[in-house]
Nanobody
Framework: QVQLVESGGGLVQAGGSLRLSCAASGRTFSSYAMGWFRQAPEKEREFVAVIGRTGDSTFYADSVKGRFTISRDNAKNTLYLQMNSLKPEDTAVYYC???????????????????????WGKGTLVTVSS
């Protein structure tokens, strides 16, 4: 069982930056590929990024590539999402996700069948004003 708690959301102007964190419970954090997905009001859930168990592989949605960076600290059981050059269309609730499958598979799941991901948190709201 893994429990995930996101933090770091808030209100920021377009062009600004935020860093989201996701604290994971348990002692097997390094056994899971970790990721982020988001959901804007009245829109479908959208894959954002995934990172492998050791941090050696990362995958990004085209919409955030070059602006967002996913990272993890296995010693602290924490996942991060550094978001730069934020745009109003980045406004959404951001969710942290964990799954024991390989990172590439988790990225495909987050993109196509996010309900099949093993664990996710309650989300943190990011609002980008224009």
């Amino acid at each position: 069982q893994v429990q995930l708690v996101e933090s770091g959301g808030g209100l920021v102007q377009a062009g600004g930056s935020l860093r989201l964190s996701c604290a994971a419970s348990g002692r097997t954090f390094s056994s899971y590929a970790m990721g982020w997905f988001r959901q804007a009001p009245e829109k479908e859930r959208e894959f954002v990024a995934v990172i492998g168990r050791t941090g050696d592989s990362t995958f990004y949605a085209d919409s955030v590539k070059g602006r967002f960076t996913i990272s993890r600290d296995n010693a602290k059981n924490t996942l991060y999402l550094q978001m730069n050059s934020l745009k109003p269309e980045d406004t959404a609730v951001y969710y942290c996700a964990a799954d024991p499958r390989p990172a590439a598979a988790v990225a495909r799941l987050l993109a196509r069948r996010p309900d099949d991901i093993s664990y996710w948190g309650k989300g943190t709201l990011v609002t980008v004003s224009s």
